[in-house]
């Protein structure tokens, strides 16, 4: 009988500068900002980058401001489906 108690969470490969990187749990980061409302460009960076470490991402002090940029990136595609799924004509 086979266990589920160590199934490990899908990571999201993303472009940081000119690497790539594993990202757990971006996708429920982006929604979670997303539903907080945070618009401001430097709060959202910062809010996103925080959100992803709380999942367990580990990322060095000296690549924040990469990371930030490469998430914030991610977070703007993200905003950007939402506003394609709204603006589809339901058949």
């Not at 460009?41 to 060095?60: D, P, R």
């Not at 690549?63 to 939402?82: C, F, H, N, P």
Request: proline content about 3%.
């Amino acid at each position: 009988m086979s266990s589920r108690c160590c199934v490990k969470p899908i990571a999201t490969i993303i472009k940081v500068k000119t690497s790539e990187a594993g990202i757990i749990g971006l996708e429920a980061a982006l929604r979670d900002i997303y539903i907080s409302g945070i618009i401001e460009e430097e709060q959202l960076k910062a809010a996103l980058l925080e959100k992803v470490k709380k999942f367990g991402n580990h990322i060095t002090p000296g690549t924040e401001v990469s990371y930030r940029e490469a998430i914030l990136g991610e977070y703007r595609k993200y905003m950007t489906t939402l506003r394609q799924k709204v603006d589809e004509p339901n058949i």
